[in-house]
């Protein structure tokens, strides 16, 4: 499976961006995918994840605060993450990611659960 995530940018705070991630390859397999960010000096960190039957998805509230969507579309391969009223403390490399095996609730934060990643998109808020 590979990951092409884009979408990133430079935004006000308050503002939006929505940001894709394309999976391709062997696709079918591809049982959960989650958006994970960076920031500088600091350890990546999860964001959200859903998974890829049912559509059922997971969000790192601490993070998220209710600002953030996470959605699929399966025809396109992509997962989207909408956000929303973004702050500066939003600036970040985010990374998609994907794994075809089945991630257990409490594990889906874990980043060294999922083995695959995209090469990441960097998304600056301004204040």
């Known amino acids: 499976v590979q990951l092409q995530a884009c979408g990133g940018g430079l935004v006000q705070a308050g503002g939006s961006l929505r940001l894709s991630c394309v999976a391709s390859?062997?696709?079918?397999?591809?049982?959960?995918m989650g958006w994970f960010r960076q920031a500088p000096g600091k350890e990546r960190e999860f964001v959200a994840a859903?998974?890829?039957?049912?559509?059922?998805?997971?969000y790192a509230d601490s993070v998220v605060k209710g600002r953030f969507t996470i959605s699929r579309d399966d025809a396109k391969n992509t997962v989207y993450l909408q956000m929303n009223s973004l702050e500066p403390e939003d600036t970040a490399i985010y990374y998609c990611?994907?794994?075809?095996?089945?991630?257990?609730?409490?594990?889906?934060?874990?980043?060294?659960?999922?083995?695959?990643w995209g090469q990441g998109t960097l998304v600056t808020v301004s204040s």
């Open positions: 390859g062997r696709t079918f397999s591809t049982y959960v």
């Open positions: 990611a994907a794994d075809r095996r089945e991630i257990t609730d409490w594990a889906l934060p874990l980043n060294y659960k999922y083995e695959y």
């Open positions: 859903i998974r890829w039957s049912g559509g059922s998805t997971y």
